[in-house]
């Protein structure tokens, strides 16, 4: 048998992707607003006498559909965090917390590529890296997202839960975009049909207001030239994210993957209207620690599908989720051992993923030549 080792390329995966950048853009009338929110956990750092020094490239880059470079910047993000410190954070999770990082660009609607690099000081070789697609919205908005960022000394985060505001910190205060500079602002906090006011520059004093609520919500009111604008906190988690990039019908035919079939025919049943509702009442259930706000399994479905999306859709044809191979990183992960046989004799090129730990192997053929590989048997497991 002829060998044909020159035409195959093996790889072992160990890929060094960014697990939970999220990026939010907005479309204000006077130009774009943009925001990453990064996880601690994905920053690097040296520990050194009990302190955690952080110094990260973070390298930002936005293509159009013809990879075209249209924004393109590095910024040096530096702090140290003593260990002592993120000790005492609970119910704070250290390594979940976004660190917010804004800047200005200047889009017009459309599909755009995200291009997000963390490097390690200037070590290249210490780098995660981070590519998604996204839609700049056609409308424009006269007020942004209202988040809520905290500091606590140089642990600077956004607020993820209502929770969190039990809780002192150094410094609180409310970001928000907005095409006007406002006559007045005030926070409003309602609970329990009561309705308490507060000006924006006290907001260290919801640990005492709300130190007996059961439940509450804060609302940011702002006045300009006689018209008020309310605004609600958006407390940003994985979940939230990815409800806004996929329907409840989409993310059904991604849980279909994982789910069986009771499972998948109950949801199938609920009416458009109570969809989301009954998702999240799966998820839910299968909360591994229902006591904290983060539900890793739900998380690691989620980057999962994001990733799939992003690395094996067939542009304008089909989401890289709903591909074979998207199907198969969402249901076993990364494979072990990628072997890639690209100019066969007598057959089409084909990609096999090996999972040493399953005992299983899949093989994706380009049956067509243009870069779709499928599986010979379209379901086999």
Same mark, same amino acid.
């Given at each position: 048998?002829?060998?044909?080792?020159?035409?195959?390329?093996?790889?072992?995966?160990?890929?060094?992707?960014?697990?939970?950048?999220?990026?939010?853009?907005?479309?204000?009338?006077?130009?774009?607003?943009?925001?990453?929110?990064?996880?601690?956990?994905?920053?690097?750092? $040296?520990?050194?006498?009990?302190?955690?020094?952080?110094?990260?490239?973070?390298?930002?880059?936005?293509?159009?559909?013809?990879?075209?470079?249209?924004?393109?910047?590095?910024?040096?993000?530096?702090? #140290?965090?003593?260990?002592?410190?993120?000790? %005492?954070?609970? @119910?704070?999770?250290?390594?979940?917390?976004?660190?917010?990082?804004?800047?200005?660009?200047?889009?017009?609607?459309?599909?755009?590529?995200?291009?997000?690099?963390?490097?390690?000081?200037?070590?290249?070789? $210490?780098?995660?890296?981070?590519?998604?697609?996204?839609?700049?919205?056609?409308?424009?908005?006269?007020?942004?997202?209202?988040?809520?960022?905290?500091?606590?000394?140089?642990?600077?985060?956004?607020?993820?839960?209502?929770?969190?505001? /039990?809780?002192?910190?150094?410094?609180?205060?409310?970001?928000?975009?907005?095409?006007?500079?406002?006559? #007045?602002?005030?926070?409003?906090?309602?609970?329990?049909?009561?309705?308490?006011?507060?000006?924006?520059? %006290?907001?260290? $004093?919801? @640990?005492?207001?709300?130190?007996?609520?059961?439940?509450?919500?804060?609302?940011?009111?702002?006045?300009?030239?006689?018209?008020?604008?309310?605004?609600?906190?958006?407390?940003?988690?994985?979940?939230?994210?990815?409800?806004?990039?996929?329907?409840?019908?989409?993310? /059904?035919?991604?849980?279909?993957?994982?789910?069986?079939?009771? %499972?998948?025919?109950?949801?199938?049943?609920?009416?458009?209207?109570?969809?989301?509702?009954?998702?999240?009442?799966?998820?839910?259930?299968?909360?591994?620690?229902?006591?904290?706000?983060?539900?890793?399994?739900? %998380?690691?479905?989620?980057?999962?599908?994001?990733?799939?999306?992003?690395?094996?859709?067939?542009?304008?044809?089909?989401?890289?989720?709903?591909?074979?191979?998207?199907?198969?990183?969402?249901?076993?992960?990364? @494979?072990?051992?990628?072997? #890639?046989?690209?100019?066969?004799?007598?057959?089409?090129?084909?990609?096999?993923?090996?999972?040493?730990?399953?005992?299983?192997?899949?093989?994706?053929?380009?049956?067509?030549?243009?870069?779709?590989?499928?599986?010979?048997?379209?379901?086999?497991?």
């Amino acid at each position: 048998m002829k060998i044909r080792g020159l035409f195959i390329i093996i790889l072992i995966v160990s890929l060094a992707s960014l697990t939970g950048v999220e990026f939010v853009t907005e479309h204000m009338k006077s130009g774009s607003r943009s925001l990453l929110l990064i996880p601690y956990s994905d920053f690097f750092y $040296r520990l050194s006498d009990g302190v955690k020094i952080f110094d990260n490239s973070v390298t930002v880059a936005i293509y159009t559909s013809e990879e075209e470079i249209i924004y393109q910047e590095q910024f040096r993000i530096k702090f #140290s965090i003593d260990n002592a410190l993120l000790e %005492e954070l609970e @119910p704070l999770d250290y390594n979940r917390e976004y660190y917010p990082l804004r800047f200005e660009t200047d889009l017009e609607d459309g599909e755009y590529q995200l291009y997000v690099a963390i490097t390690a000081g200037g070590a290249a070789d $210490r780098k995660k890296e981070l590519r998604e697609t996204f839609i700049f919205p056609e409308t424009t908005k006269d007020t942004g997202y209202l988040f809520i960022e905290a500091e606590i000394g140089q642990f600077r985060f956004v607020i993820r839960d209502e929770k969190y505001l /039990l809780r002192a910190y150094d410094t609180l205060q409310l970001e928000q975009q907005r095409e006007f500079e406002p006559d #007045s602002t005030r926070v409003v906090i309602e609970r329990a049909g009561r309705r308490e006011i507060i000006e924006s520059d %006290e907001l260290e $004093r919801l @640990p005492e207001l709300l130190r007996d609520a059961d439940s509450f919500e804060v609302l940011l009111e702002s006045y300009y030239q006689g018209k008020k604008y309310v605004s609600a906190p958006v407390y940003p988690s994985p979940a939230y994210f990815f409800q806004q990039k996929f329907t409840p019908q989409e993310q /059904l035919s991604q849980l279909r993957y994982v789910i069986n079939e009771n %499972e998948y025919q109950y949801l199938r049943s609920l009416s458009a209207e109570s969809l989301q509702e009954g998702i999240d009442e799966y998820w839910e259930s299968k909360d591994p620690d229902p006591y904290t706000i983060d539900n890793v399994y739900q %998380e690691t479905f989620y980057q999962r599908v994001r990733y799939a999306d992003n690395n094996y859709r067939i542009r304008g044809y089909l989401p890289g989720w709903r591909t074979d191979m998207g199907r198969i990183y969402i249901t076993y992960g990364e @494979p072990d051992r990628i072997v #890639s046989d690209v100019f066969p004799l007598g057959r089409p090129p084909s990609i096999t993923w090996q999972y040493y730990s399953l005992n299983k192997v899949f093989v994706f053929y380009d049956f067509r030549g243009y870069g779709q590989y499928e599986l010979r048997n379209k379901w086999i497991d």
